[in-house]
Structure formats: structure tokens, C-alpha cells
């Protein structure tokens, strides 16, 4: 199932975009799926990697707009974790 998601993901959703649609695949071709099958690059479900193609512009919007806030979670929580392990080493130094 593996092998032919990621075939499909490559034959039809990488950077998909539809010059009738209005609205551009989130995807920035850094796939791989995290143990939820969510793409560490766009941040869309396997699911919606596939079906993409098929979704309204309403729907893909509220993809896109979804993924986005997803992004800056990760990122928010990637930094904090950062920042918090430099605070606790420089703590340590100091100790």
C-alpha cells in the first residue's frame, strides 16, 4: 500500500496545479509521512494528498488554510523545544 501511495502521490499531487483551479497544491515536495500519515512537508492527511484532485475550491481552501495553522503550530513548538533545551544546557554550565 506504501510503495503505490507514494507512486500516487508522485504522479498526482506534487505541486499539482490546475490552470481552471484557482487553488495550488500546499505541497513543497518534502514528502514523507509522519506515523499519522500526515506529510511533514504540506501537512495534508494522505487522504487528501490522493484525493486532491477531486476537492472543490471551498474544500482545498480550508485544506490549505488548516495545513498553514498546522505549520506554524509545529514550528512554534520545534523553536520552544529549541530554545527551552538551550536555556537548560546554559543553566547547566552555569551549575
Not at 490546475?18 to 499519522?36: A, M, Y
Not at 500519515?37 to 487522504?47: D, K, Q
Not at 494528498?49 to 495545513?67: D, F
Request: one cysteine or more; proline letters at 2%; glycine letters at 4%.
Amino acid at each position: 500500500m506504501a510503495k503505490e501511495a507514494i507512486q500516487t502521490l508522485n504522479i498526482y499531487s506534487i505541486g499539482e496545479y490546475h490552470p481552471s483551479s484557482g487553488c495550488k497544491s500546499p505541497c513543497i515536495r518534502h514528502c514523507c509521512l509522519d506515523d499519522h500519515n500526515i506529510c511533514v512537508g504540506c501537512f495534508r492527511t494522505l487522504s487528501e494528498i490522493l484525493n486532491w484532485h477531486t476537492y472543490t475550491e471551498a474544500q482545498k481552501s480550508v485544506i490549505v488554510s488548516r495545513c498553514e495553522t498546522q505549520k506554524k503550530n509545529h514550528l512554534h513548538a520545534v523553536f520552544s523545544d529549541e530554545a527551552t533545551s538551550y536555556h537548560e544546557r546554559a543553566r547547566m554550565k552555569r551549575s
